[in-house]
RNA sequence: CGGGGUGUGGCGCAGUUGGCUAGCGCAUCUGGUUUGGGACCAGAGGGUCCAGUGUUCGAGUCACUGUACCCCGACCA
């Protein structure tokens, strides 16, 4: 009984600490608001950043790499943006310590100060904008498409594991266009690609929309979001892509020699996803057994727990799993044996529920005789017992069958909690019960505003993808006129 | 930074109106029996009770100060 968890119903968000600690992904590190990324949680990250990648290659991006360091001065040229994040910034002040002249330990030696301060980087546009200046002087060398994976540091006064640390992994996306439609379009694709990557490797259904005014990135005239429901009703805002206009451009006086030999300023882009993905795997389909990892982002496909008594049972077994493994792996899955020999396969079973790997086989004496193998799927925590003769080709189906049961699952719960809703009342009642309110919006900050702040709930999106009601109503606030519902939710 | 709470072996906790050698569960280690859903028995190791000061014959327990962490707000991927 050592790595029970909290259940879902009693306590959602000890349930969902228990379980990041619990299974293995990541734990609270000793320096403030920040997290140790534990093995088994890099594997799942690792595998979400090979995917992204793909994805982004196919778009015509780059990997590279900028500074982690930026200087004050690069930081407070886009007035917005800065006052987007000036509250939360990591900085360097001094450069060398010394030994206390008191006896006291180590000091920050005082005659070390930088002449500028560095930002510890919260994001990159800066210092990316302002290396982007010197690659750019014709339209010839437009677009220009880098993404860099990178930690970034946010000094947020609260933190969840995953959800919100101090510091962060994540990738971001920069890029540089000749004219606004060609950036306006690459945000949109971008947000697609973030859907796809939730919707077919996650398993996740999110709502594709965009951001009101209020909720936009720090300096964008567009944001891009995608938007998922956590078991508890609550949104989490899973990936963005920003139109950032000429905004950067302008403020960086980065400009380019048209084919007309005119001069103009660059249209930008930015777009990102963070480990933040790794809460939303969490939250949206483990259970009170642990994680449920979806099989195109498990580290590990199948595990194999053997059962036996006697030295030759454990041989035998060990040789038809071995075999076994060796044709599951030719056919692209990840197989683990799991042959430690000081753990009672119950323990087993229940540990790699917690880890919530798809797809267990259990192999004992009764199995040896009958040519059998029990196979048990975490999704459903199903067990059967089948053939071992031809079980590696029904493995795959079983795979994919998992893939979209979690999904139809996630996809399920979501349609049982999202309604439409136009009466204010209502709305304030319903809002704090963990659902989606589709709800008509007359357009104006002001309205946003009251609405937060009478019951905490944002606009998460105006629907461009799904949920999309394009319809005359009234702002169910306000009460003025409204052309299309948006998506109210209480978000992470 | 405002409001509330908690600091006792690695983790989770108990410890009465101040009292005798600081305890329990889990984990760890050793030996044995086990192994088809989180094993059992026997034994062992492990503590400056967050820190400082004070009250007292006597402080884990009371007071003050500091500090760390957690929860609720404002901020946010």
């Known amino acids: 009984m050592a790595k029970e968890i909290t259940s879902r119903e009693e306590n959602y968000s000890q349930w969902y600490n228990d379980l990041v600690v619990k299974s293995g992904l990541a734990e609270q590190s000793p320096v403030r608001g920040c997290m140790v990324i534990k ?3 890099y594997a799942i990250w690792e595998k979400m950043q090979s995917v992204l990648d793909g994805m982004f290659k196919e778009t015509g991006a780059q990997n590279a ?4 360091f930026i200087p004050k001065s690069f930081f407070s040229r886009e007035a917005e943006h800065v006052a987007g994040f000036a509250k939360e910034c990591a900085v360097v002040t001094h450069h060398r310590l010394m030994n206390d002249p008191d006896g006291n330990g180590i000091v920050v030696d005082p005659d070390a100060k930088l002449e500028e301060e560095l930002i510890v980087r919260p994001t990159s546009e800066t210092i990316i904008w302002s290396t982007y200046k010197n690659w750019i002087k014709s339209w010839r060398d437009l677009p220009i498409m880098c993404n860099q994976w990178a930690n970034v540091v946010r000094w947020e006064m609260r933190t969840r594991l995953f959800l919100r640390t101090s510091e962060f992994l994540w990738q971001e996306g920069h890029t540089a266009h000749a004219t606004a439609e060609e950036a306006q379009a690459e945000a949109e694709r971008m947000v697609q690609v973030y859907a796809r990557f939730a919707r077919e490797f996650l398993a996740l259904p999110v709502i594709v ?6 909720e936009r990135f720090a300096g964008a005239l567009d944001t891009l979001t995608i938007e998922a429901m956590m078991q508890d009703g609550k949104a989490l805002q899973a990936g963005t892509s920003h139109f950032l206009g000429q905004n950067f451009a302008k403020s960086f006086d980065v400009q380019f020699t048209d084919k007309d030999g005119s001069q103009q300023y660059v249209w930008a882009t930015s777009w990102g996803v963070s480990t933040r993905l790794m809460g939303a795997l969490v939250m949206a389909h483990g259970d009170d057994n642990g994680l449920v990892v979806p099989p195109r982002l498990a580290p590990i496909q199948v595990v194999m727990v053997p059962i036996f008594k006697t030295d030759e049972e454990h041989v035998a077994i060990i040789d038809k799993m071995t075999a076994l493994k060796k044709d599951l792996e030719a056919k692209g899955h990840t197989v683990k044996i799991d042959d430690r020999d000081t753990l009672r396969p119950g323990f087993k079973f229940a540990e790699w529920e917690l880890k919530g790997v798809p797809v267990r086989l259990a192999i004992g004496p009764r199995d040896l005789e009958n040519g059998t193998v029990e196979v048990h799927r975490r999704d459903t925590m199903e067990k059967k017992t089948v053939a071992l003769d031809g079980l590696a080709d029904s493995i795959e189906s079983l795979l994919d069958d998992i893939q979209q049961n979690i999904y139809k699952k996630a996809f399920d719960f979501r349609a049982a909690h999202v309604e439409k ?12 019960t963990g659902k989606f309110l589709l709800c008509h919006w007359d357009g104006t900050a002001e309205t946003e505003q009251k609405i937060k702040d009478e019951t905490k709930a944002t606009i998460r999106c105006i629907p461009v993808d799904s949920f999309v009601c394009e319809e005359e109503g009234k702002d169910i606030y306000s009460g003025k006129p409204s052309h299309q519902r948006v998506v109210f939710a209480i978000s992470y």
Not at 422 to 428: H, L, R, T, V, Y
């Open 65 to 68: 790499y900028f500074p982690l």
């Open 421 to 432: 809703c136009d009466d204010w009342n209502e709305f304030k009642e319903k809002i704090g």
């Open 209 to 214: 929309g965009r951001k009101s005014p209020n």
């Open 39 to 41: 093995p088994y949680g």
